[in-house]
């Protein structure tokens, strides 16, 4: 196991430790004063499999427990994620951004993919962009999920969908021709056979690239008027439409409805799926939308703004890699630049390969992509998914060096829900990405590894969102026996520098210029302190997995 010894320094703030244990006072720091999005700790979750608050709601629409394994719905809900929001489970992990899986009501029925009936219950099969599945829970819900983690300096980034619809059932009605083709379906082989197609058979393709006036679909009406609500959101339409001048064509309905959540809920983000299968001038029309409702947010809620960011939004261009920088290429060398079409982030699709490089020459590159060909914009990286079969460590053999290293490398970090926890990823008679998508594993939280696990990642975490250097600074090698490097971040009147030593081998650490002739410092993972003498520090017991140390 690879050990590291972090040294940091943070200019604006002056912190405590509390107790040996390493954990410090989070109280008396005003944490939206040092969010910064390019440092987001990102945590990721399947709203269905991470905690069950409601049992009434497991079995909306008659759906059954007949599926395959791994492919009913199994009780998580919204309440779930507000329930370890209130007893503190994301700040003692440092986490500042939820992203949980779309929660926009689903298919009712079923498919049989060959491997059992398959549900909606991971949320990427719409069928109304106005309700909140009731398995998941009400708007209500997802309101007071929203307000409970802003209230501990938490975004919320929701899913969301405009490239396809749910597929169809007997229970569930095809949107019309006029939104929606089914076929032919995608070979990915062109930039235009991976957008005016559907992607999997059986998966209506929203016509994204239509300005086409249409009506809206009469199963929907049909619902709404059972609801009580079709005049309102009819009228809600008129509206949109009048002040917008767009055509009615089925993007700008849907841009309409998610855009609504944002005006109503205040969230601060959208992670897009299936970014690279439309035409990438939609997503410009999404943030023009969307950023425009959260400045109304903010200005009828004053109270309840975090800071002066505007609306953030990340792609899910599927195989993007860091290195492609500003410009995607499709398989035909066509390229496209997505972050000059709304995106601030892209998800990093590299990142579970490069973690095997060496520590130097990942974050050598990061920092330079990052603060060369892609200033101003970021990456959103993970090792761990709820769709990648190619995960890093899907064993979880290398779950401390995983935390180390995503916690540690340049860009944003993305949590997987139970990557702290060692949630298995490889699940018996489990086919595909149902491997991947388990219910999150609360009972192995008695057990002391996985304690012990989850500790280290809290530490890591918190370490990282109060250092916004650490994702969001310019890296700078330093040695390379024992790898030593800094990290500086420097942003109107805020400096936040960190140094970091990795592979520590017994030696003296200069910190000169980092800490004062005879400063203690305190390691912020084990609570130990040391002294600087004659600008060095020198650790005699190093027997912890990571070494974190601040001015005392």
């Known amino acids: 196991?690879?050990?590291?010894?972090?040294?940091?320094?943070?200019?604006?703030?002056?912190?405590?430790?509390?107790?040996?244990?390493?954990?410090?006072?989070?109280?008396?720091?005003?944490?939206?004063?040092?969010?910064?999005?390019?440092?987001?700790?990102?945590?990721?979750?399947?709203?269905?499999?991470?905690?069950?608050?409601?049992?009434?709601?497991?079995?909306?629409?008659?759906?059954?427990?007949?599926?395959?394994?791994?492919?009913?719905?199994?009780?998580?809900?919204?309440?779930?994620?507000?329930?370890?929001?209130?007893?503190?489970?994301?700040?003692?992990l440092g986490v500042?951004?939820?992203?949980?899986?779309?929660?926009?009501?689903?298919?009712?029925?079923?498919?049989?993919?060959?491997?059992?009936?398959?549900?909606?219950?991971?949320?990427?099969?719409?069928?109304?962009?106005?309700?909140?599945?009731?398995?998941?829970?009400?708007?209500?819900?997802l309101k007071k999920l929203v307000k409970e983690a802003h209230?501990?300096?938490i975004r919320v980034m929701l899913d969301v969908i405009i490239n396809h619809t749910g597929p169809v059932t007997p229970e569930d009605s095809q949107w019309p021709d006029t939104w929606v083709r089914t076929g032919p379906q995608c070979d990915y082989k062109t930039k235009e056979s991976t957008i005016s197609c559907?992607?999997?058979?059986?998966?209506?393709?929203?016509?994204?690239?239509?300005?086409?006036?249409?009506?809206?679909?009469?199963f929907l009406i049909e619902k709404w008027k059972r609801e009580g609500r079709y005049e309102q959101e009819v009228e809600e339409l008129d509206e949109f439409f009048k002040r917008t001048n767009y055509p009615r064509a089925p993007r700008f309905y849907i841009i309409k409805w998610l855009s609504d959540l944002v005006r109503e809920l205040g969230v601060d983000g959208f992670r897009v799926d299936t970014a690279k299968h439309t035409e990438a001038s939609i997503w410009a029309e999404l943030y023009r939308e969307?950023?425009?409702?959260?400045?109304?947010?903010?200005?009828?809620?004053?109270?309840?703004?975090?800071?002066?960011?505007?609306?953030?939004?990340?792609g899910e261009v599927y195989n993007y890699a860091i290195g492609h920088g500003m410009d995607f290429p499709y398989d035909d060398g066509q390229t496209v630049n997505f972050f000059d079409n709304g995106f601030n982030s892209l998800i990093n699709f590299s990142m579970k390969y490069d973690v095997t490089q060496s520590p130097q020459k990942v974050f050598e590159r990061y920092s330079d992509m990052l603060n060369g060909t892609l200033k101003g914009k970021t990456v959103l990286n993970y090792l761990a998914s709820h769709d990648d079969s190619g995960s890093f460590d899907r064993e979880r053999n290398e779950a401390y060096w995983s935390a180390t290293m995503l916690m540690l490398t340049p860009g944003q970090a993305q949590i997987y829900?139970?990557?702290?926890?060692?949630?298995?990823?490889?699940?018996?008679?489990?086919?595909?990405?149902?491997?991947?998508?388990?219910?999150?594993?609360?009972?192995d939280l008695e057990n002391d590894s996985t304690q012990a696990l989850l500790e280290h990642w809290q530490l890591l975490g918190r370490f990282r969102k109060r250092h916004p250097a650490i994702g969001a600074g310019v890296h700078q090698t330093l040695l390379e026996n024992p790898f030593s490097f800094s990290r500086t971040y420097v942003k109107g009147g805020m400096k936040d520098?960190?140094?970091?030593?990795?592979?520590?081998?017994?030696?003296?650490?200069?910190?000169?210029?980092?800490?004062?002739?005879?400063?203690?410092?305190?390691?912020?993972?084990?609570?130990?302190?040391?002294?600087?003498?004659?600008?060095q520090l020198l650790f005699e017991d190093h027997s912890a997995k990571v070494i974190l140390l601040e001015a005392e």
């Not at 950023?291 to 990340?314: G, S």
Request: aromatic share 14%; glycine share 8%.
């Open 497 to 535: 520098q960190v140094l970091v030593v990795m592979d520590y081998n017994g030696q003296s650490i200069p910190a000169s210029g980092i800490f004062e002739e005879g400063e203690k410092v305190i390691d912020y993972y084990s609570g130990k302190n040391c002294t600087v003498k004659d600008g």
């Open 198 to 218: 559907t992607l999997v058979a059986n998966l209506p393709d929203v016509k994204t690239e239509s300005n086409e006036e249409v009506e809206l679909p009469d």
């Open 290 to 314: 969307a950023n425009a409702a959260f400045l109304a947010w903010k200005e009828e809620n004053p109270a309840e703004v975090l800071d002066d960011n505007e609306f953030f939004m990340v």
């Open 417 to 443: 829900y139970g990557d702290e926890t060692g949630r298995k990823l490889v699940v018996p008679d489990a086919v595909g990405d149902a491997q991947l998508r388990s219910f999150m594993n609360w009972d």
């Open 151 to 153: 209230q501990r300096g």
């Open 1 to 92: 196991m690879k050990r590291i010894v972090a040294i940091t320094w943070l200019s604006l703030f002056v912190f405590s430790c509390t107790n040996q244990s390493g954990f410090l006072n989070e109280t008396s720091r005003m944490v939206k004063n040092t969010f910064v999005w390019e440092n987001a700790n990102v945590y990721f979750l399947l709203t269905d499999r991470f905690n069950n608050a409601d049992t009434t709601n497991d079995f909306s629409f008659d759906r059954k427990q007949d599926g395959g394994k791994l492919r009913n719905f199994q009780g998580g809900d919204l309440e779930g994620i507000t329930q370890k929001v209130q007893q503190g489970y994301f700040d003692e």
């Open 96 to 141: 500042n951004v939820l992203w949980f899986s779309p929660v926009m009501e689903q298919i009712h029925g079923f498919v049989d993919e060959g491997t059992g009936n398959t549900y909606a219950y991971h949320g990427y099969w719409p069928r109304d962009w106005t309700s909140i599945d009731p398995n998941w829970g009400t708007k209500k819900d």
